[in-house]
């Protein structure tokens, strides 16, 4: 099988077997409702006003922390159901990484489309550029699911996962997470009124750089990982 | 050791210049420290990758892990000594300037680094997951060298162009130079203190 078809495959496989317990999807969503309302309280009873720069850095930290809880299975969900060794048989290491990286962006990308506008208007902000929004919303979703596909796996070979895999992916997050609250905050109008793209064109370039060093150096990563479980 | 440890404080002049400059001693102590992390930083990363691409030597994984655990040491070091000099000459310990995020972002992988080792049991398995982590930090983390000045504070309150007298080269370098001897010889018993838990774990696997 190709490359290509072999990572498709696998994605397809992660999808299905998702869409049978809807696990992660459930339990993300669920973090991010519960997120949301905590928000919304903590807000409405501190009654101070919120200006897009809140909302700006609100929304990337709701995103890491969803991510923590659901993106971390990919690997895990294998080694717990005992099926590693049958992937680890039929695929190759980075077309089982690609698959599943896609997939999480895929529910990450999701998670990002539902709760994003949720925020805005629970804080009441107006988005001054929905286009630069979703690129720089798109992108750093895709660099988020790329470095938590690779802590998943190596989360995977140990013992305690459950905050082992925000506390291995926080650190290198941090480019992506400050350049993509900037370009949130260039696209939500901060010192940046009239709404031009190219204020967050910058952010965009970081972040698109971020994933694309993120996904290579997991491919040329990941092999040592799955080979060794 | 002994002897530039005591230069520091008889030898060197006030540094003119600075807030403080009886305080601006503490450089003679910060600078070769944040040296140090470097050199053992890269010592990490390249033993880590000695493991995955050389013979999968438990001996490198030995090395890779010392040098990790030394380059935390320097790393708190330098952060100590660094906020208390940023007290006296910046007015706060911590301003998030460039350079104190990146060592503290350092500081964070490191312990992630250990609690992740930790967590493994099967040694060889260990080897693997932790060169991979010290091998795609080293990746991922350059990009903070880009991203940091850009967004955070476009002018780094570290000097560019410190104008220091020459009494203050001559003792930070001789520090430097006896701190990676300091380094070195940490490196080597913690390393034979591996060597030999190897030895005996290996031995008893036998017996």
Redesign the interface.
């Known amino acids: 099988m190709s490359w290509v078809r072999e990572a498709f495959a696998v994605f397809e496989k992660e999808v299905r077997s998702e869409w049978r317990t809807r696990v992660a999807l459930s339990s993300v969503a669920l973090f991010a409702v519960g997120a949301l309302t905590l928000i919304g309280l903590a807000l409405y009873i501190g009654q101070g006003p919120t200006g897009p720069q809140t909302a700006a850095a609100l929304i990337w930290v709701l995103l890491f922390f969803t991510a923590a809880t659901g993106l971390g299975r990919a690997y895990v969900i294998e080694e717990e159901r005992g099926t590693a060794l049958a992937l680890r048989l039929t695929a190759r290491g980075t077309t089982v990484w690609a698959g599943k990286f896609a997939a999480n962006a895929l529910l990450l990308l999701l998670l990002a489309l539902m709760a994003t506008p949720a925020l805005l208007s629970l804080l009441k902000v107006k988005t001054a550029n929905p286009a630069l929004l979703a690129c720089v919303l798109m992108l750093g979703c895709v660099g988020i699911a790329a470095?938590f596909t690779?802590?998943s796996a190596?989360?995977a070979?140990?013992?305690?996962k459950g905050g082992?895999l925000a506390?291995?992916s926080?650190?290198?997050l941090?480019?992506l997470l400050?350049?993509a609250v900037?370009g949130t905050n260039a696209a939500l109008g901060v010192g940046n009124a009239a709404g031009a793209f190219a204020a967050g064109l910058?952010d965009v370039q970081?972040l698109a750089?971020?994933a694309v060093?993120?996904i290579t150096?997991?491919l040329m990563?990941i092999d040592?990982?799955w080979n060794?479980? | 050791m002994a002897l530039v440890t005591a230069a520091a404080f008889l030898y060197l002049p006030a540094a003119q210049g600075f807030m403080s400059p009886e305080m601006a001693r503490i450089l003679a102590f910060h600078l070769p420290n944040a040296m140090v992390v470097i050199i053992a930083a890269v010592a990490s990363g390249y033993y880590a990758f000695r493991y995955l691409a050389k013979g999968r030597s438990l001996l490198d994984d030995a090395r890779s892990k010392v040098a990790a655990s030394l380059a935390t040491l320097f790393c708190v070091l330098t952060t100590v000594t660094g906020m208390v000099f940023a007290q006296v000459q910046w007015g706060a310990a911590w301003n998030w300037d460039p350079k104190q995020t990146c060592i503290f972002i350092l500081l964070l992988i490191y312990a992630a680094y250990f609690v992740l080792r930790s967590g493994i049991e099967d040694p060889e398995k260990r080897a693997a997951v932790a060169a991979v982590y010290v091998l795609f930090a080293a990746v991922m983390t350059p990009m903070l060298g880009y991203v940091v000045p850009k967004y955070m504070a476009p002018l780094s309150l570290h000097p560019k162009q410190a104008s220091l007298s020459p009494e203050y080269h001559s003792v930070v370098w001789s520090f430097t130079a006896g701190l990676i001897g300091l380094y070195a010889w940490l490196h080597n018993i913690a390393f034979r203190q591996e060597r030999l838990r190897l030895a005996l774990l290996t031995a008893e696997a036998e017996d």
């Open positions: 470095v690779m802590t190596l989360v070979q140990a013992t305690a082992l506390a291995l926080f650190p290198m941090v480019p400050v350049a900037h910058g970081v750089s971020y060093i993120a150096a997991s990563l040592f990982v060794e479980g």
